[in-house]
């Protein structure tokens, strides 16, 4: 069994910064991919960033210069720093792991999401 926990969500004013953080824990060989996903309410769910097992990153425009996607492997965690925030970024954030469990089985695994709330 894998579980994704995230923390690090909460009130913050504009221009503010967070750090979200999300640990993989579990049956796991390997992980790929790690992201992050948001959704604001009436919205749809958007991707944020993704990083790879490589390092390589990819972000939304609408935070590329202002979040950064970041992976420590050997501790199975995947941080998103956020700064510079807007209240456009107000939404509940989500992590995501592609990961390989230790019967060498792929799937995609949730967190259960961390509210972050941008307001004065």
């Known amino acids: 069994q894998v579980r994704l926990v995230e923390s690090g969500g909460g009130l913050v004013q504009p221009g503010g910064s967070l750090r979200l953080s999300c640990v993989a824990s579990?049956?796991?060989?390997?992980?790929?991919?790690m992201g992050w996903y948001r959704q604001a309410p009436g919205k749809q769910r958007e991707l944020v960033a993704v990083?790879?097992?490589?390092?390589?990153?990819n972000y939304a425009d609408s935070v590329k210069g202002r979040f950064t996607i970041s992976r420590d492997n050997a501790k199975n965690t995947v941080y998103l720093q956020m700064n510079s925030l807007k209240p456009e970024d107000t939404a509940v954030y989500s992590c995501?792991?592609?990961?390989?469990?230790?019967?060498?089985?792929?799937?995609?695994?949730w967190g259960q999401g961390t509210q972050v709330t941008v307001s004065s």
């Open positions: 995501n792991a592609q990961i390989i469990t230790s019967n060498l089985l792929m799937d995609n695994y």
């Open positions: 990083i790879t097992s490589g390092g390589s990153t």
């Open positions: 579990g049956s796991i060989f390997r992980i790929n991919s």
